[in-house]
């Protein structure tokens, strides 16, 4: 037993088909993948016994030639990529050359195709390699019977038949929603259970989501630079009770992106009740070099190279389109009826020197940042950010201030705040650390363990003590004194998947911007929030006294400013 040997091919075939064919809906979706590849325009998918019995699947596509018919049961052998340059911008679903292998490794398998133009059609049963004539008139049919006949243990790890289905017919609705422009007529058991007509997006979401997502999502798009968001938003008030309704395209692949993720549960985090969770149907688009699909043997994960940028994008533009439709385009993308960019909104630099100083003597004599309807009417006295005046949706901030109305987005500039608060202690040496009277025991999963002791000379030097409390569990006994206040259990969380996600062999020079960016993102007041004036007023003044405080930490402004004359040309009121 000891010496080293080659496995013979087909047990390499059994072991890929291992993270390949995880149950029958996986190879539902390799052969939609391929037809997709393929070019087809109409893809009809039968079922028997939840698949585990027959997975049948005819396409209209380009077809496969008779001579290639043994090379698309090859192992690594495929048409869609040539080079690691073509990897590297893949527009295909497919790139390994490996499902059918891997199917037929567990299942018997057949292939029927006819090369568009071609004189007649071929087939190929895998288990013999043996070629024959078949009948088909155009495209491919690809059966796959007895899913795991000679793999025993593997089939034990099915489910019920309905189980099955619902799987098969759950992955197929989700491509179904990245191709509208493809048929989809699904049969199980010999009924008809679905037929999807190719058209536009909308009309798919009720037979592939739900009819309540249909009437209730809003349509959603949103651009910078070369990233592109689009697709359909559930607005918070229709928000879900589990994550069924999630689903997420990058370039055009379904994908489960745990930062992708994040980004969408982050924007919408601020206006969800508890217990409840986003549902969209989005697509994101950006240059495939950016992108690495070559990460999962499902190839259901991707990895992003500006991973940061793109979930900042991700995360404000959803965000600010949950903040609800603007009664008046402010942005000066206006309608007919309000005057065209007559009021975008301008930001005011925070080194207006003569009102800060006047605005310092006032704190001196010990006002504390109240103001008095004296000093108020004084316009000129008034701090450059002005004095709270309201909340507006939880969302934002209204003052006033010598100009007329500023409008600060309360989290982005609280977040800013305190990034730059943690920074400067940071840099400083040891942040002030303050100790818990009492414990704080959180529960974590082995891979939070992991992160929470392969990081612990990182989290000490933020100001984090956490221990180890039992095989499922964490004990925080101490945190930074500026996070005092903070919800900690899911700051550290955020913090503990911040340092245990890309980037996880730096070191904390190279990456304490992005942790403390994460720390006080989670520590940040959130929308909501009802806030005093008195807490309003203190947040205004200390955007005055950090740096960069007009921009949060993703170069979005945290502020702007409406003067009256903008107003009064919004209300097209002559002076
Ligand atoms: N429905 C189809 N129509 C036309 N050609 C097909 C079809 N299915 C498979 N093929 C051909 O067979 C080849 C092998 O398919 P297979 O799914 O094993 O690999 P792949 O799609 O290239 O990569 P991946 O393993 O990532 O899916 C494909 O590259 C394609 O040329
Ligand atoms: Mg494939």
């Known amino acids: ?9 087909v047990l390499v075939s059994q072991i890929a088909a291992g993270e390949v064919v995880e149950r029958p809906a996986s190879v539902v979706k390799e052969l939609i993948e391929n037809s997709l590849d393929a070019g087809a325009s ?10 585990v019995k027959r997975i049948r699947i005819a396409d209209d596509g380009a077809g496969i030639a008779r001579e290639d018919l043994p090379l698309a049961l090859a192992r690594h052998a495929t048409s869609k990529i040539d080079s690691l340059a073509a990897l590297e911008r893949i527009a295909s679903y497919g790139f390994r050359g490996e499902a059918l292998a891997a199917i037929a490794s567990v299942a018997r398998l057949r292939i029927a195709s006819r090369e568009r133009g071609a004189a007649a059609a071929f087939a190929i049963e895998a288990a013999s390699g043996a070629v024959a004539p078949a009948a088909l008139a155009a495209g491919t049919v690809i059966e796959v019977a007895d899913l ?3 793999t025993p243990a593997r089939r034990k790890f099915l489910k019920s038949e309905a189980t099955e289905y619902a ?4 992955a197929l609705r989700r491509m179904a929603l990245g191709r509208c422009d493809v048929a989809f007529i699904v049969q199980h058991n010999g009924r008809d259970t679905l037929r999807l007509a190719p058209g536009a997006l909308a009309g798919r979401l009720a037979q592939c989501i739900d009819e309540d997502f249909a009437r209730e999502a809003r349509e959603f798009e949103a651009h910078a630079g070369n990233l592109r968001l689009t697709g359909y938003l559930l607005p918070p008030a229709a928000a879900r009770t589990n994550r069924e309704a999630q689903v997420l395209f990058v370039n055009g692949r379904f994908v489960r992106d745990r930062l992708l993720s994040h980004a969408l549960s982050e924007a919408y985090r601020d206006v969800l009740y508890g217990g409840r969770f986003p549902g969209y149907v989005l697509f994101l688009e950006l240059d495939p070099t950016g992108v690495d699909v070559n990460v999962h043997p499902a190839k259901t994960e991707v990895r992003l190279r500006d991973a940061h940028g793109v979930h900042g994008f991700v995360f404000h533009a959803v965000r600010q389109a949950l903040a609800g439709p603007r009664a008046v385009p402010v942005s000066g993308a206006g309608t007919a009826q309000a005057p065209r960019a007559a ?3 301008r930001q005011l630099g925070l080194a207006v020197e003569q009102p800060v100083a006047r605005y310092l003597d006032f704190v001196a004599q010990g006002s504390g940042g109240q103001p008095t309807p004296a000093n108020v009417s004084a316009a000129q006295a008034a701090p450059p950010l002005g004095y709270a005046l ?6 934002y901030l209204l003052a006033q201030n010598a100009r007329g109305l500023v409008l600060v987005d309360m989290h982005a500039a609280h977040e800013r705040v305190l990034y730059e608060k943690l920074k400067r202690a940071l840099e400083q040496g040891p942040p002030p650390v303050q100790a818990l009277l009492v414990p704080l025991v959180m529960a974590a999963d082995e891979a939070v363990i992991a992160a929470a002791q392969e990081h612990a000379a990182t989290l000490a030097a933020l100001g984090f003590e956490l221990s180890v409390a039992g095989p499922a569990q964490l004990a925080l006994r101490a945190v930074p004194a500026l996070l005092a206040g903070a919800p900690l259990p899911e700051l550290v969380r955020g913090l503990l998947a911040e340092l245990a996600g890309p980037g996880s062999h730096h070191g904390l020079d190279a990456r304490a911007n ?12 959130h929308a909501h929030r009802a806030l005093a004036v008195p807490e309003m007023n203190a947040l205004l003044r200390e955007m005055e006294s950090c740096e960069r405080s007009d921009q949060c930490n993703h170069g979005r402004p945290t502020w702007v400013e409406l003067s009256l004359e903008d107003l009064d040309r919004l209300f097209l009121r002559g002076r």
């Open 1 to 9: 037993m000891s010496s080293i040997r080659i496995l013979p091919d």
């Open 42 to 51: 109409r893809i009809d998918l039968t079922l028997e016994a939840g698949g």
């Open 148 to 150: 795991y006949f000679n």
């Open 167 to 170: 799987h098969c017919i759950r």
């Open 343 to 345: 009021a975008a909104p």
């Open 390 to 395: 309201a909340q507006l949706h939880g969302i």
């Open 514 to 525: 992005e942790l403390l960016a994460t720390m006080s993102c989670h520590a940040a007041v």
